[in-house]
């Protein structure tokens, strides 16, 4: 222990994370919780610690210290414990979050509640088109994901206009007669495209849509309201693609 006294918080972290002793690991917080740890280094306990009891008191301890949004938000990035990220987004859900911090409440916590009071918050709060093609991409809640895309189509003029089903049906059949035409490195190039370039190219309301807002991101939030339950495959790569555009095309 006297060696522990003379270890700098930065050196006491690093035991807490990366020691294979439990008794030494416990120590190290001990000794840490008297010596008034940064935020910060707490939020990396939160995050590389595999110990659960300690990441609970690295947190209650963080809780008491008026965490920022920011470093809530970090926690409900990294921490791999989910009761932890639901603690820090009910938390973050008191202190004005922006809409951009609530984006990280929808994607990361588990609670049902939790994530339904943020998107009534957002709701509130003018999302953007891009924060509501977000929800598309990461949240897991499917009712959610309905009310964004309810939302993006609204505002975009398109509500009504959307066949789902049969535009991605066209665009396997499509693609997978000639599977060079899929390039999921870029929205567009040439004769080849992305998964939410070929919307744009084969269906003319996205295409408007895309052309109305520009390149790139008017792709993206393009292909995002005519190909909302595919929106999680906009950056993944041609084999993964080409893998769901098969299983489609055998439907």
Known sequence: MDNLNEKTNSELVDLIIY???A??????????????????????????CSDADLKNKAWELLATKLPTNSELTYILRWCSDADLKNKAGELLATKSPTNSELTYILEYCSDADLKNKAWELLATKSPTNSELTYILRWCSDADLKNK????????LGVL??????????????????RPESLNMSKWHCGTSHCLAGWACVLNPDAMQVEKNIGREEGTRIAGSVFLPSYANLFYEDNDKVLEVLTAIANE
């Not at 690991?25 to 995050?47: D, F, G, M, Q, V």
């Not at 959307?162 to 991605?168: G, Q, Y």
């Open 19 to 21: 020691s294979s002793f």
């Open 23 to 48: 008794d030494l690991k416990n120590k190290a917080w001990e000794l840490l919780a008297t010596k008034l740890p940064a935020n910060s280094e707490l939020t990396y306990i939160l995050r590389w």
């Open 148 to 155: 964004a895309w309810e939302l993006l189509a609204t505002d």
């Open 160 to 177: 009504g206009k959307v066949n789902e089903k049969a535009l991605i049906k066209e665009i396997a059949e499509t693609v997978l007669s």
